[in-house]
């Protein structure tokens, strides 16, 4: 008899096992994401079970004790090297674990039935163990992630023990087989088990600590990402107060950590914000779906300014949504180009006023809703009477100083609802909306004739020009846009011929 009974020493190994696994499944429940963990926890598992099956060996049928229960625990350890594989993020050799479980049932079941030998089992159940527990070594000391490498040493090294001993006991059965199952081994067995106790909790708790290490140092790498970001991240609760905001979102806004963080969202967002766009953010929130848009934001000294926001829902396990996270971008230079470049699409850079694509898009508008103006709408067509003249005589800037200032003076004599354009060079579109008769017109265009006419100083010389201006009214003379505009032309026109510095409505030319 040995100084220690096996069966007892077995059964302590099946509880460390077991315990082992339950914590290792607690640790997978906490993070579902597949790192492996899962596997660790079902092949530790399935290898305390074949241990306790193994202690019931002589209570239950033979066949289920070494055929099963030796496959059990031969696939416990390939999960084992599955979930390694899974956690260092290689290839799962899914074929590979599945022949050699396969393999293992029909070798077992051969040596047990068809040719029964106990040496060759034993030989066969040490090599196989001793092989996986080599992979898994391998697996560890390959990692290409070095942080990950390093804190795999001593898993390794514990795999390495266990494949030794495993190894050891199939050549010393090689050697000098006992005949005895190992329930009744010598002392071979005996320290066999002995070294198992102290390597699956060693195992246990290495795995433990190397999984809480990696995902520390991934939450480290995270917040470091986090923290250096250009974009402006926060995070919220559901009541819309900021529990985080990395230090871009400090820069950009001007508070100070502790002025922000606790403090609502509001801080950040103006009245119409609220009334318009968080009702949206959160309706697409609720319904766990990223809100992505532009929001206009306010500094702490009260600077507004524009930002594209991607605002996501944070989901726990059970699918309750418990924050937001927000990640921002300061578009505001962006929107101020874009505007400048609409701005240059639709005006006259030199005078500022609208160029004749604009004047076209107003006066069609004008035509297709004549409900929002009363009356009609009169296109007034004018153009300089003497102004190449100016230019020959005093060149182009002075010619372009008369244009600024005869732009200025032409705003002064219409609404703020009526429309003056440049259409180019010397020639010009106004266009009056809800025109209430031709008395009012005239009025108008005469008060234009007036202001033109008013000499300019440039230089020490006086600029002086006059302007021919011809008149078509929508709907009286058409209800189309070019038309209007052609109409207007020909009638300017016929005011230059008949002495020019005049105003002429086309039904009267």
Known sequence: MTLLDNRTLLVAVSLITIGAAIVLTILWWIRPKSTGVGHWALGILLIGVGCMSSVLRGHIDMFFSVVVVNTIIVLGMQLIFHGLRIFTERKSFIFYDVAVTCITAALFYYFFYIDPSLTIRTIL????????????????????????????????????????????????????PSGKAPLDGGTAETLLYLSSIFIISGLAITLVLQTYFILESKLQSYLLAVENSASSIMIVNRDWIIEYANPESLKKTGYRKEELVGGSIDLLHSKEVWVTDIPKILQCLEGGETWRGQLYSKKKNGEQFWELASIAPMVRATGNVTHYVAIKEDITDIKKAKQRIHYM???????????????????????????????????LFVDLDGFKAVNDSYGHNAGDELLKII???LLHCVRDKDLVSRRGGDEFLILLRGAIDKDVISMVAQRMIEAIAKPVEFNGHLLMVTASIGISLYPDNSQDSKE???????????VKHSGKSNFLFVSES
């Open 407 to 409: 732009s200025s003076r």
């Open 345 to 379: 699409a639709s005006h006259d850079m030199l005078t500022g006023l609208p160029n004749r694509t604009m004047a076209m898009e107003y006066l069609n508008n004008a035509i297709k809703y004549p409900n929002q103006g009363v009356g009609k709408v009169a296109v």
């Open 484 to 494: 209007l505009i052609t109409l207007a032309d020909q009638a300017m026109y016929n």
């Open 125 to 176: 159940y040490s090599f196989l163990v001793g092989m996986v527990s080599v992979a898994i070594v391998f697996t560890l000391l390959t990692d290409q992630n070095k942080i990950r490498r390093k804190s795999s040493y001593p898993i390794a090294i514990i795999f390495g023990l266990f494949a030794f001993f495993h190894i050891m006991r199939g050549i010393m059965e090689m050697i000098a």
